[in-house]
């Protein structure tokens, strides 16, 4: 770290147009379901620009977390192989990228233990995400879902990671990322650079009900999924009762999301499209971007059904991913145990 304080919230522009290969980018998931579009046009593309312009990314699926907010994990390596097929579908090429669990990497874990003594339980209490998570859950709020923006910045620092791009709920937990890194520094000397978030043109996409669209809520338009299924839950989406279409995201949230759905997929502009759909309503909306998402989505759909057929592709590349974190992650507690004095 040089200590030069780097701004926490970034565009793909602004990075690009800066020192792009200077960055080491840290990002991941929740194996909790398949992808949404909500991923895809929130962080996976910005994951597939950044690969294709030369910066080290690095990927977690973070299988320990998904029992943070439900008691059942499913099943788990049939969901982590849907989560590791969006990837690969949406451009995410293994040879550049690494993938890798949780679970493959103890390192991680371990971390997080000198990094929970630099958090106080009401710095955690505050935390808007959580407190979100934990209503969608309808569960009490768990040890692990409290502490999970400390193992968030667990799974960061352990490989350095200086980029993370992200939707806007990460916002605080990438803010307690950086409080943590700043302390351990000053507590134990120059260990960690304080990462940024970089966001999307679409940081928040809204499910088909409104609210923000989630792999546990229902609510998702997958990546997987194919045509009618699509249309399906793009028929359903909900809207409001104002005939003419007009761009207005504060006033009008639901309209304004499907304007940006159809606009992204279609590579255009939101207010541009609700220029031309204006009192053709809802209904021609939503046939817009249907029409614009199944196009978007076919080669990548065409490309899941592919890889799909290989039943090995996700081991080899989980595998190779795990000893690539394992090695950055053991290094990092080596250093962090020896700032602290902990070794011999
Ligand atoms: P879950 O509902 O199980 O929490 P999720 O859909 O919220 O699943 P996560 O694995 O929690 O997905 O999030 C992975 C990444 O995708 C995070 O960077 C998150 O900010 C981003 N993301 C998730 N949902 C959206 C969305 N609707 N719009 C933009 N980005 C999103
Ligand atoms: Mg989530």
Do not use: W
């Not at 350095?160 to 950086?178: A, K, M, N, S, Y």
Request: charged share 25%.
């Amino acid at each position: 770290p040089d200590g030069r304080p780097r701004p926490d919230v970034l565009t793909l522009d602004e990075v690009l147009a800066a020192d792009p290969a200077a960055h080491r980018v840290l990002t991941g998931d929740r194996p909790t379901g398949p992808l949404h579009v909500g991923h895809l046009f929130g962080t996976l593309a910005t994951r597939v620009a950044l690969q294709r312009h030369g910066v080290e990314t690095i990927v977690v699926v973070a299988d320990y977390q998904v029992i943070a907010d439900r008691e059942d994990a499913g099943d788990l390596p049939g969901t982590i192989r849907e989560v590791v097929l969006d990837y690969l579908a949406a451009g995410l090429d293994p040879g550049a990228t690494t993938i890798f669990t949780h679970s493959a990497v103890p390192a991680v874990h371990q971390l997080m233990l000198p990094f929970l003594s630099l958090v106080s339980v009401a710095e955690l209490d505050r935390n808007p995400t959580v407190k979100a998570e934990q209503a969608a859950s309808g569960r009490a709020l768990s040890g692990l879902l409290l502490t999970y923006p400390v193992h968030q910045a667990a799974d960061v620092l352990s490989v350095h990671g200086t980029l993370v791009p992200c939707g806007r709920d990460q916002l605080p937990h990438l803010e307690l990322t950086r409080t943590i890194a700043r302390r351990f520094n000053r507590r134990y000397g120059p260990v960690f650079e304080e990462p940024g978030a970089l966001l999307s043109d679409a940081p928040l996409v809204l499910g088909t009900d409104g609210t923000k669209m989630g792999k546990s809520r229902g609510n998702a338009i997958e990546l997987r999924a194919d045509a009618d299924a699509t249309a399906a839950a793009l028929r359903g989406a909900r809207t409001d009762a104002e005939r003419v279409i007009t761009y207005e995201p504060e006033r009008r949230p639901e309209v304004a999301n499907l304007l940006l759905l159809g606009a992204l997929a279609a590579g255009r502009t939101p207010q541009d499209l609700a220029d031309e759909i204006g009192d053709g309503g809802a209904a021609a909306l939503k046939r817009y971007v249907t029409d614009a998402m199944v196009a978007h989505l076919a080669p990548l759909r065409a490309r899941r059904t592919e890889l799909a057929r290989d039943p090995d592709v996700v081991t080899d590349v989980l595998a190779r991913g795990a000893a690539r974190a394992g090695e950055l992650a053991d290094a990092t507690l080596r250093t962090v145990r020896a700032a602290m004095r902990q070794t011999a």
